[in-house]
């Protein structure tokens, strides 16, 4: 029961994070036809798991209730994957084959180059 609610505050903050930071972006970016707010919450998104990973696996950081809370809740209910699949598909569905290509090969590649400098940037113990 512990976890269960430790997932639910999680996926509380990580999802009203992403609401305002998403609506924020969406606001300065109303004009564009590539899915800024998505695309750069996901990339936060990764940045911040890769972080957060590197301290779990550099310096055994977190305790496994913090895991559940931090892994499965803030960043879980932060990050916007089926999102991400949706405005694909609308994108593909307008026939916006070039724009819907980027968006999926620059959140795949950049996302993981995000989540790699992020888990990069906890030193090693030794």
């Known amino acids: 029961m512990k976890s269960i609610l430790l997932v639910a505050l999680g996926g509380a903050l990580g999802s009203v994070t992403r609401f305002k930071l998403s609506g924020w972006i969406l606001h300065n970016s109303i004009n564009w036809r590539f899915p800024l707010s998505t695309f750069m919450v996901n990339m936060i998104g990764c940045l911040v798991i890769g972080l957060l990973a590197g301290l779990a696996a550099k310096d055994n950081f977190f305790s496994e209730s913090a895991r559940v809370f931090l892994f499965t809740g803030i960043v879980g209910g932060f990050t916007t994957f089926s999102a991400f699949e949706l405005d694909a598909f609308f994108l593909l569905k307008k026939g916006d084959v070039l724009v819907a290509g980027s968006y999926l090969m620059l959140s ?16 090693n113990k030794s």
């Open 108 to 123: 795949i590649f950049i996302g993981l180059l995000a989540l790699w400098v992020g888990f990069s940037l906890i030193p």
